[in-house]
């Protein structure tokens, strides 16, 4: 296959990705506040996990 299929498909996946992100994040009955929260909350006891032997 060419190339330039090869970066027009991807392109297109790319775009669709893209696109069914932002109707989810801007979705009336999304939920993206709760899962930022948690991802935040998940990151922050992994931070925690990881510095605690050291202090």
Known sequence: MDNKL???????????????TVSVIFSQRAQTAPV??????????IIKAAVGPVS
Request: net charge negative; no cysteine.
């Open 36 to 45: 930022v929260t948690a991802a935040g909350n998940s990151f922050s006891e």
């Open 6 to 20: 090869i970066d027009g498909i991807i392109a297109v996946a790319v775009a669709v990705v893209g696109l069914a």
